[in-house]
């Protein structure tokens, strides 16, 4: 048990890292984090984190593949925990 909460802790801090890291890119027009990134870190249990991070900086939140795909993919690991 200690293991998997060490593995949630470090993947939704990762997630949430990688959506300020992205839009700190984006505002200097550097290469970008792909979407398939962002979505696959969620998909692995960094789906809290990862909309913490979204929100926080108001990253993705004008794209419907993130406003319903994070929360769908959290709604999605509640139910099979």
């Known amino acids: 048990m200690e293991l998997l909460t060490l593995y949630l802790i470090i993947i939704n801090v990762a997630g949430f890292l990688i959506m300020l890291v992205d839009k700190y890119k984006a505002k200097k027009n550097l ?3 792909p979407e398939a ?4 870190v969620a998909a692995i249990g ?3 984190g990862s909309l ?3 929100y926080t900086v108001r990253h993705k939140t004008r794209h ?4 319903i795909g994070i929360p769908a ?3 999605a690991q509640i139910f099979a925990a």
């Open 52 to 54: 913490l991070g979204m």
């Open 46 to 48: 960094g789906s809290v």
């Open 31 to 33: 290469w970008r984090i």
């Open 73 to 75: 993919i959290l709604v």
């Open 64 to 67: 419907l593949k993130f406003v």
């Open 37 to 40: 990134t962002l979505m696959t």
